[in-house]
Structures are given as C-alpha cells and as structure tokens.
C-alpha cells in the first residue's frame, strides 16, 4: 500500500473529500451530534419562521452542473490562446519530421566520416551506412498534448553507439548552422541537462541528447530498437508525409543508455509514463473511455499550468514547479478521481494540495529500489538513507525508474506562496461551482503587487543582445541563491518570490535590454533594523566573479515600496519588448483603504545598488555591493 494513501485516509478521517455529481464537498463524520458552547440545541414545536428563506437560500446555492462547467473552462481555455490550432499542429509534425530527416543525414555523414578516419587503407565499409540511426523522442507539454501556439518543443536525439555528445555540440551544431530555416541557434553545453536551442520555421526547439550503448548499432537492447526504428521511418513513408506517424516508445528494454543519459531519457519516459497510466486505469470498470480520461486530464493541465503563470508560480529554475512537477500532481488526482469530468478534476487539485502535508511525498507508483533486467544499477530518491534527499521540502518523485524528486528546486519561501495559492484557488473554484464566480477569477493578474510594503527589484543589464541572453541565462539560474539567502528568520526576514521576469527595453526600445524580478519582504515584529547585506552577499559573488562577465554587463538591485513600483508590473497582460523607460506608479492610484501601516515606513535603502563591473573586479578587491546596502527601518509580518 502506498504510504500517500495510508495518510490520506487518516489526514481525512474526519474531514473527508467527496465527489457528488460532479461537485466537490466536504464529508461532516459528527452525524449532527456537535455541541455549541456545551449545550444541546433547544427543540421547539413551533414553525421556524426561517424556514422559507432558508429553503429559497439553499436553492440558490445549487451547484452547477459540472458538465456545463467543462465546457465553459474549455471555452477559457480557448480565449486565452492555450489550444493550438489545427494547422499549427501540422506545422510543428512537418518540422519535427524535417528535424529527423536531418539528423539521419548527420548520422550517416559522421558514421562514413569515422570509418574513413579509422580505415585509410581499406574502403570497403565506407559506402555501407549504418544499420541504425537517430531517433527524435518529443516530450513535455507538446507529447502531452498540452502546448499552447507559443510553447517550445522538447526533444530527445537518442543516438546510436558511433555518436558522441561532442559530436552533438560539434558537428551538429555545424549542420544547424549550414541550415537556411534555422535560426536563434543557442548551444548550452554547460548545463545541467546540456541542451541545444534553435527556431525552424518559427517553431522553438529545445534538442538534448542521449547515447545508447553497445559497439555498434547492431548491439542488444537499445541498438536493436534503433534498427527497427530507422526500418519502420522507411516503411510508413506515407504517415510521415501527412504528419501522422506516432513516436516509438522508449520503455525498461530498451534503456541500454550510458549513466550521464538517464536524465535525458527520463524525460521521455514519464511523459509516456503519464499518458498510459490513465489509458490503462481500471481498464475493466463499467463505462470506462480511456479517451475522456486523458481528455480531462489534458484540460485540467492546462488550467493548472495558465494559473500557475499567471500567479508567478511556474518556473522549476526559480525554485517553483515547471512542467513535468504539474503534470504530475495532475496525474495524481486524476488517477484517483478516474469518473470526474476536468472542473470537478481542477476543484479537487486545489482542495488537496492546499492541505498536503508536505514533505509527504507525492507518488503515481510505488518506487523501484532495485533496477529492471539489463539496467545499472543506479541512486534513486530515499530520505530514509540520504540526508540530502531527506532536506527536500515540496517531493513530487517521478514514475521511471530512477525515481527522483523532479522539484527539488523549491525552497521554503517558493513552497509558502505555492500553499498560499492553493488555498486561495481552491476557495475560487469553490465559489464557480456554486456560481457565485466564473472561471475568470482564476486566471485574473495576481495581486501580488499590491500584498505587500516593500519590494526587492533584481534588474539584469546588458547593452547587446547577445551580451544580454548569456548573463541573463547565469543571473536566472542563480536567482534561488539570492531567495534563499533572504529568507532569514534570525534577522527577522521573509522572502516572497514572483515567479517572472519583465523583459523591456530603455529609451522607447533602442536602449539597453533589461529584466526585472521581484521578491517581496516582509520583517518580524520588533526587529527595527535589518541589515540586507550579509544576505545578499552569497548571489553577488557568484555573479559578480563570473568569467564569462563584460563590461557591457550590470546587475542592478534596489529596494521600493508598493506605492512607487515601476507601472510595467501592472501591464502584465501586454508585451513588453518596447517598454519605455519604468513610469512609477503615482501615489493616487493606491487607495487609502488598502494602506497598511508598513507603507509608512521609512525606507533607508539606497534607490539604486549597483554590481561591481567587470573591469572593478579585475584588481585586487573582489567587494560586492552589498556593500552599498544600508539598514531597514522595521516592518511587520503579517
């Protein structure tokens, strides 16, 4: 029995979670028989003159009928922009079908290449190609089918044995480079997942790469499924003209892959692992149609992940969840409630996450401590014997085998929004249940900016473009540093981080490029100074000694109150590549009624803290500006 569930039950023993026609309540196990201030309720023979009111007010409390509240969130879903179109569909199947062909030009080249280099004296081999070739695995939001129009496509290039991933970031990077349709071409073989970006066409591609073992194409296992694979892209020549070939599943037998791989291929395999876990659930049940299963599934994703957006709780890098860690969670309750159609499905996510009593993990499956037949033996998520694992705040372990935990990432600032989220959806899906609310109210702009007295504004500079997507790449990745160290309850601080960055551009869009992020303060009771400079010194020094840091490249930090944030935060709705320079928002606009006494606090930090350049870290002092940080006046935690 899987320990979520043991817990589940008795978390919920007196307070449990029903679905009734469609609608998600709240089971009462006291059978009416609860006190009020030690007294029993007087019983009266006379009418209750309430009683009509009371009847007409339950009346309007029925809830909605949930199949009408499907359609109505599809429609949203739909306004919003979050279903691609037919012809986009085709567009995207065409250019991934290209993108192979390509790469099965590649493989050929290099493989004719190798041999020629190993076997100068004898050309017999070198016209004979290889038995197999690359296959391209799609994965994430587009193999879930839950993309919208402007979503990137994530791929795997599972390669045969006489590919390397030098020769990714070598000789293919080279092809892409000779390819007129390609453009935007980004290599980033430095990251944690190396991964190559580029646009075909328009459509954004994330490329990673995976190697299968053996000598050669021919080898067991992986080699073998490679073969077919390449046998089958020449038989159904006609499905992959009209864009309607399937991809090959990569499953146990087939993950004969190098260690440094598994991430890579992981991917993959829990967005197949996803899709036919709810083909298959209670197969056998009354009724069952695998195909509105996924359907809703699919739906309440997309609300899920438009939701998540729009609150600044979407980025796995900033410490939030990203794709694969919603899918997830989705999965969960979709398993569980396999009738429910996708608004009774969206209710009961947010009820449940916003009483998870995390670290509790979330699993889809029990975990496999021990490898499948013919795979290394490799480290899989246990608190139980690693202390790194048991630190893991928020765990959603992932199905495959290795199991890991796909949100390690998210600390305890990311997780106390995330929990403050989830209540307050769960309470708007309760009110569109009953009809009180439409559906909008989910997705409306976050009040975030008005929540709070005081703002930390982190603005990444640079005066090119390509200065600026090389120090913005590192400025984002290390951003969690700069959340953690200011979540201090000894010095009396707590971080709320918008997961979002304002890109825009200075002088009416001929200036510099630049990107603001926003992390909320707030201060404890009684603690009438804060210095912010111990707690910012750890990010600045990673960003500041950064070997690939221009002179062309600035980190600005400063510190403003609600009432003087720059207007482009309450823009969201709108593009902001050609944003003037920040109009502060003026005061006016900010009603006395929703003023708290910390908008009142005097602000002793200086308006702008900028980086030490590149060229001031040349000498001998490696100082950083937090050096230029000066106390807090105290405010409160409310």
């Not at 899989?380 to 935990?405: E, G, Q």
């Not at 601080?493 to 630049?514: L, S």
């Not at 109150?561 to 482009?568: A, G, N, T």
């Amino acid at each position: 029995m899987e320990s979520h569930d043991v817990h589940n039950r008795s978390r919920n023993r007196k307070n449990q979670t029903a679905v009734t026609n469609g609608t998600v309540r709240s089971r009462n196990t006291n059978n009416g028989n609860t006190k009020t201030g030690g007294q029993q309720p007087q019983q009266s023979s006379k009418p209750n003159k309430h009683k009509k009111q009371q009847r007409h007010n339950s009346t309007k409390q029925q809830p909605i009928d949930p199949t009408k509240l499907t359609e109505s969130l599809h429609e949203i879903c739909i306004s919003r922009d979050l279903i691609e179109s037919s012809s986009g569909m085709r567009k995207r199947k065409r250019v991934l079908r290209d993108l192979e062909d390509m790469l099965c030009r590649w493989s050929d080249e290099t493989f004719f290449a190798k041999n020629a280099a190993l076997n100068d004296d004898d050309n017999t081999n070198r016209k004979v190609p290889p038995t197999s070739s690359p296959a391209l695995l799609s994965f994430g939001s587009y193999r879930l089918s839950v993309h919208t129009p402007s979503s990137d496509i994530d791929c795997l290039v599972l390669a045969p044995p006489h590919l390397t991933r030098d020769d990714f970031f070598t000789t293919w990077v080279t092809a892409l480079q000779n390819e007129a349709r390609v453009k935007e071409l980004h290599p980033v073989s430095g990251a944690y997942t190396p991964v190559i970006k580029f646009e075909i066409e328009g459509v954004k591609i994330d490329l990673i790469f995976a190697r299968l073992n053996g000598e050669d194409g021919n080898g067991v296992g992986g080699g073998r499924w490679l073969e077919e694979h390449r046998a089958l892209r020449r038989s159904d020549v006609a499905a992959r003209a009209t864009g309607t070939a399937e991809e090959g599943d990569v499953h146990d037998s087939n993950k004969d892959a190098y260690e440094t791989s598994v991430r890579s291929i992981n991917g993959v395999r829990v967005a197949q692992y996803l899709l036919s876990t709810l083909e298959t659930t209670d197969k056998n049940r009354k009724n069952y149609d695998s195909a509105t299963q996924v359907d809703n599934f699919r739906l309440t994703l997309r609300a899920v992940k438009e939701w998540a957006r729009v609150h600044g709780l979407y980025s796995n890098v900033l410490g939030f969840l990203g794709g694969v860690n919603w899918a997830i969670l989705v999965c969960w309750v979709c398993k569980r409630y396999p009738d429910a159609p996708a608004s009774t499905l969206l209710q009961i996510f947010f009820k449940t996450f916003s009483t998870w009593k995390w670290p509790m993990p979330v699993l889809l499956s029990t975990q496999k401590q021990r490898p499948p037949e013919g795979v290394n033996n490799l480290p899989v998520w246990d608190p139980s014997s690693n202390f790194r694992d048991a630190k893991h705040l928020m765990p959603i372990i992932t199905p495959c085998y290795p199991s890991m935990n796909s949100s390690y990432n998210v600390g305890e600032p990311q997780l106390r929004r995330l929990r403050d989220e989830f209540a307050r959806a769960s309470k708007l899906c309760s009110d569109v249940a009953f009809g009180t609310k439409k559906w909008g109210v989910l997705f409306e702009w976050n009040e975030f900016f008005q929540q709070h007295a005081n703002y930390l504004q982190v603005d990444t500079v640079a005066t090119n473009e390509d200065d600026f997507r090389a120090w913005f790449g590192l400025c984002e990745a290390r951003m969690r540093l700069l959340i953690a160290g200011l979540e201090s309850p000894g010095f009396g601080v707590r971080a709320y981080p918008f997961a979002k960055f304002f890109h825009r551009r200075e002088d009416g869009g001929g200036g510099n490029y630049i990107a603001s992020f926003f992390i909320a303060l707030r201060f404890a009771n009684k603690v009438w100074k804060v210095d912010l400079a111990p707690l910012v010194t750890d990010f600045l020094t990673v960003i500041n000694s950064w070997d690939g840091r221009e002179p062309t490249m600035d980190l600005m930090i400063r510190l403003v109150s609600r009432k003087d944030l720059p207007s482009f935060v309450f823009d969201a709705e709108k593009r902001e590549e050609h944003i003037t320079k920040p109009v502060l928002k003026p005061n006016n606009q900010q009603s006395s009624a929703n003023r708290t006494d910390e908008d009142d606090v005097e602000n002793q930090v200086n308006a702008t803290t900028p980086s030490a350049k590149k060229n001031e870290l040349d000498g001998s002092s490696t100082s950083s500006p937090s050096e230029f940080i000066s106390p807090l006046k105290r405010t409160r935690i409310s």
